[in-house]
């Protein structure tokens, strides 16, 4: 339920390499995540916006982001991502998914609308320890991952790469429209 360390240097990594000014991710548990990406932005005006829907976890999250040198650059919103993005009201650069495997689908339709041209999602757990590949593997995070790793498959808007560290990280950047032609 937590990110190990070389996923937390390589998501400070890619934040450098993608350099966002606006920073979203669902679901927050710990917080390591968070602040490995908020360790990753460079610009002084970039800043990380997390959602948690379990608010049994709110103190538990603010007291881990409060010792954090990078805490001033998290502003952590408590609960339903739907509804907190309609307060935000902005694009995102870039998008971390690493919340309810069940509802990767509807995080990913969510992000997508909430996206510049050329940012990128990063989705983690999208390998599910193998599950994914085993056909005998019907619980719902499974199905759940398995059909996001199909939707983003066929999905002519990005572009993706799956990574297999740890449990599967991929790597979609959403690409610019195309115009149609006159």
């Known amino acids: 339920m937590c990110s190990g360390h070389l996923q937390g240097r390589l998501l400070k990594m890619l934040t450098r390499m993608i350099n966002p000014i606006h920073v979203l991710e669902l679901g927050?548990?710990?917080?390591?995540a968070t602040q490995c990406l908020a360790e990753g932005l460079?610009?002084?005006?970039?800043?990380?916006?997390?959602?948690?829907?379990?608010?049994?976890?709110?103190?538990?999250?603010r007291e881990h982001l409060a010792q954090s040198p990078v805490a001033d650059r998290i502003t952590?919103?408590?609960?339903?991502?739907?509804?907190?993005?309609?307060?935000?009201?902005?694009?995102?650069?870039?998008?971390?998914?690493?919340?309810?495997?069940r509802d990767y689908i509807a995080y990913y339709?969510?992000?997508?609308?909430?996206?510049?041209?050329?940012?990128?999602?990063?989705?983690d757990n999208t390998l599910?320890?193998?599950?994914v590949t085993d056909p005998a593997c019907h619980d719902a995070q499974t199905l759940g991952i398995r059909d996001f790793n199909d939707r983003v498959a066929a999905?002519?808007?990005?572009?993706?790469?799956?990574?297999?560290?740890?449990?599967?990280?991929?790597?979609?950047?959403?690409?610019?429209?195309?115009a149609a032609d006159d």
């Not at 927050?28 to 390591?32: A, D, F, L, V």
């Not at 952590?76 to 495997?101: P, Q, W």
């Not at 339709?109 to 989705?123: K, Q, R, S």
């Not at 599910?128 to 599950?131: A, E, T």
């Open 128 to 131: 599910w320890d193998g599950k």
């Open 42 to 61: 460079m610009r002084d005006e970039a800043h990380v916006h997390t959602i948690e829907i379990d608010d049994e976890l709110e103190d538990f999250i």
């Open 28 to 32: 927050t548990y710990s917080g390591y």
């Open 76 to 101: 952590l919103h408590i609960g339903d991502a739907v509804e907190v993005l309609k307060e935000l009201d902005r694009k995102f650069d870039l998008i971390y998914i690493d919340a309810n495997k």
């Open 109 to 123: 339709d969510l992000a997508m609308g909430h996206l510049v041209e050329g940012g990128y999602i990063i989705a």
């Open 155 to 178: 999905d002519p808007r990005v572009e993706r790469v799956i990574l297999p560290l740890r449990d599967g990280l991929t790597l979609i950047r959403k690409l610019a429209s195309v």
